[in-house]
């Protein structure tokens, strides 16, 4: 199992900007395909984006355009900036590690413990 620790999380007004970070302080970081996800009370977790080794990056649609994932190999941190956030974007978002961005896709792999955001209107 990897351990992942999230931060960053808040809460913001709509429009507004956040950037969350997720470390693996433990493993080979390079080696990991990296993602996001996401789950509001009472709904499946929700894939958001994710990065593959080689820096490639996907989306859901839903926040194509507004959000952007990165990662800096050499903190062995990936993260997530969230732009034009709305009331629908509240959730509590979770950093995934797993062997190809497929596997983050489907909710594979191990994921984090989670941080909360909050977009009020």
């Known amino acids: 199992q990897v351990r992942l620790i999230e931060s960053g999380g808040g809460s913001v007004h709509t429009g507004e900007s956040l950037r969350l970070s997720c470390v693996m302080p433990?493993?080979?970081?390079?080696?990991?395909?990296m993602g996001w996800a996401r789950r509001a009370p009472g709904t499946e977790r929700e894939w958001v984006a994710a990065?593959?080794?080689?820096?490639?990056?996907s989306y859901s649609d839903a926040v194509k355009g507004r959000f952007v994932i990165s990662r800096d190999n050499a903190k062995n941190t990936v993260y997530l900036q969230m732009n034009s956030l709305t009331p629908q974007d509240t959730n509590v978002y979770y950093c995934?590690?797993?062997?190809?961005?497929?596997?983050?896709?489907?909710?594979?792999?191990?994921w984090g413990q989670g941080t909360q955001v909050t977009v009020s209107s």
């Open positions: 990065i593959s080794t080689g820096g490639h990056t």
């Open positions: 995934g590690a797993a062997q190809s961005t497929d596997y983050i896709r489907k909710g594979l792999g191990s």
């Open positions: 433990d493993r080979t970081f390079t080696g990991h395909a």
